[in-house]
């Protein structure tokens, strides 16, 4: 049928299941309807690869693709298209769900992804993978069970209202520029959000959830420049946002505006030094600890700290303007113990512990370490804060 199909026409599938791989090097449409319009692999390589320009694919269960890691067998293989579509499909026993590479303005839209049935999340594969792609949008996809939503050195792209569930990171980012990732919803994952390096990059509206495994992160930060981090809501994770950056870095600026971090273990950590944020009206709320570092002595710099709300803060509103007459400060006291030596963290919130931190805080044996500042902390916390 695609073979007699004129360039530009659209194909009709009616129910039945239809055996694969097939290659499509034609302008086409594919028009299935739902998961009774099967197209199934053979269990080896890619189960549709499009090679063409103009093509898109609605409607359609896909399975059954390969398990070559290192060929990247996939349900959905793009290369080297532009104006690519893939609406309402249905992926399953895939080893990547939809590769992308060196494409052009694609969409995937409201597709249900899911990896092959293997309980290791390492050895599953991408429900999305996009590597140099310039211009997509991605919203309203449903990936379960998968590894990653994975961009990789791609730029102009727009992640809207996708789910992600029970991952390894929910969202990728590695080296892209303009990218916005909104209302996306991550739960179960080892990460909700993994960045690494690129430049004007926006995570807003996104909630993260409940990360797995006693490092899992909300969104985890490393390089990057001009990060914005707008009105997330991270709840029960390990790390709420991890910022992995060191003394030496150069031109770079994250914004953490408007988000609320809900009892999560820490709310805040930093890796090496605190420098380079801009750190506004977030809400502080249920979490074991406010602020941690890994390192001793942290670089302090270049920061803009004010205006959040953190309901440790104990000072008083005298001039009832909203924010407390004292900074709120965080000082680490016998807590440094544990925060510095990775290896006490097992002791952490035991009788003892408990007992040297209330004689360090009433009876200071040794010199404790203001860690973080904000100089106008809000008494009550904003009910929604959405900044640009």
């Known amino acids: 049928m695609i073979d007699a199909a004129p360039a530009g026409s659209r194909i009709d599938l009616p129910p039945g299941k239809y055996r694969g791989p097939i290659r499509i090097d034609k302008a086409l449409i594919l028009q299935g309807s739902g998961s009774s319009t099967v197209i199934e692999g053979s269990g080896r390589g890619t189960v549709v690869k499009i090679g063409a320009s103009h093509v898109t694919l609605r409607a359609l269960t896909l399975r059954h693709s390969g398990r070559r890691r290192e060929n990247m067998d996939a349900a959905i ?8 579509g893939i609406e309402k499909c249905r992926i399953e026993d895939a080893l990547f769900g939809i590769v992308a590479e060196e494409s052009r303005r694609i969409r995937f839209l409201g597709n249900d992804i899911a990896s092959i049935p ?75 959000i993994l960045l690494k390096g690129g430049a004007d990059l926006t995570l807003r509206e996104n909630f993260i959830a409940r990360s797995r495994s006693v490092t899992g992160t909300g969104i985890l930060l490393s390089g990057g420049r ?27 600026r ?38 941690t570092v890994d390192l001793r002595s942290p670089f302090r710099k270049n920061n803009e700290i004010s205006g959040n709300y953190w309901d440790r803060y104990e ?44 004689i360090e805080r009433i009876a200071p044996f040794d010199e404790p370490d203001l860690l973080f500042v904000d100089p106008h902390p809000r008494m009550q916390p904003l009910s929604c804060v959405k900044e640009d």
């Open 118 to 192: 293997e309980k290791v999340v390492d050895n599953r594969g991408d429900g999305i993978r996009l590597w140099d792609v310039t211009q997509a949008e991605i919203r309203g996809n449903r990936l379960h069970r998968s590894r990653d939503l994975s961009i990789l050195r791609s730029r102009n792209l727009l992640l809207d209202s996708n789910a992600i569930i029970q991952s390894r990171y929910g969202i990728l980012l590695e080296m892209d520029h303009n990218v916005t990732a909104r209302r996306n919803r991550l739960v179960h994952n080892y990460a909700g």
């Open 254 to 291: 994250r914004w953490i505006l408007g988000n609320q971090f809900l009892a999560n273990t820490s709310a805040l950590h930093f890796h090496a030094a605190i420098r380079n944020n801009t750190i506004r009206k977030n809400i502080v709320k249920g979490n074991l600890e406010d602020v």
């Open 77 to 84: 293989r793009i290369e080297r298209a532009s104006d690519i």
């Open 315 to 358: 000072g008083f509103d005298r001039d009832h303007d909203g924010f407390g007459d004292t900074p709120y400060q965080v000082w680490i006291y016998a807590d440094k113990l544990w925060e510095y030596d990775h290896h006490l963290r097992w002791f952490y919130a035991t009788p003892l512990m408990s007992l040297l931190d209330f």
């Open 226 to 252: 001009k990060i914005r981090v707008l009105a997330n809501r991270i709840v029960g994770c390990a790390q709420g946002l991890y910022i992995d950056t060191g003394a030496s870095e150069r031109g770079m």
